[in-house]
């Protein structure tokens, strides 16, 4: 009788005449799944940063785009700004003003004549337009005198 290699050999069993017990057939398993979830996972991660890399790249040519607007933008202003100034320049230029005052009929003075104004009404003007010299503000005997003696009782206020 032929032995059967496949199963070893139980050395409490008789070998003549007695079978082998009946055991559980072994099957040999494929195991290419768990490398195809790899690799699909895997392609999914490439996928995800490539598109976010795309998007990234989208969101800087947009911030570009803004940026070069603003930059042309400015250029415009200050061309406009240049001009503005060349025009002004023009218009305030002597030989302009004296054309346009002859346009309107004005003439050149012929005669110069100064006028005295009284320390009052210097000192009236000063205080009501709040540019106090030095020599006015310290001057005792200054008419602004009372003016400020007022101003410190009432703490500054109009």
Request: aromatic share 4%; charged share 20%.
């Amino acid at each position: 009788m032929a032995r059967n290699m496949a199963f070893p050999v139980d050395q409490s069993l008789p070998i003549d005449g007695v079978a082998a017990p009946s055991r559980p057939r072994l099957v040999q398993a494929e195991r290419g799944g768990r490398a195809i979830w790899v690799l699909v996972v895997s392609a999914a991660l490439v996928c995800g940063v490539f598109f976010i890399a795309a998007l990234v790249h989208v969101e800087l040519a947009k911030q570009q785009m803004k940026l070069d607007s603003l930059t042309k933008t400015v250029a415009m202003a200050r061309d406009n700004y240049n001009v503005l100034r060349h025009e002004r320049s023009l218009l305030i230029s002597p030989d302009n003003l004296s054309s346009q005052a002859a346009r309107l009929g004005m003439k050149p003075s012929t005669q110069a004549r100064f006028v005295a104004v009284e320390p009052d009404i210097i000192a009236g003007v000063l205080a009501s337009t709040g540019d106090l010299g030095d020599a006015v503000a310290h001057d005792e005997q200054s008419p602004l005198n009372e003016f400020g003696q007022l101003k410190s009782e009432i703490g500054g206020a109009p």
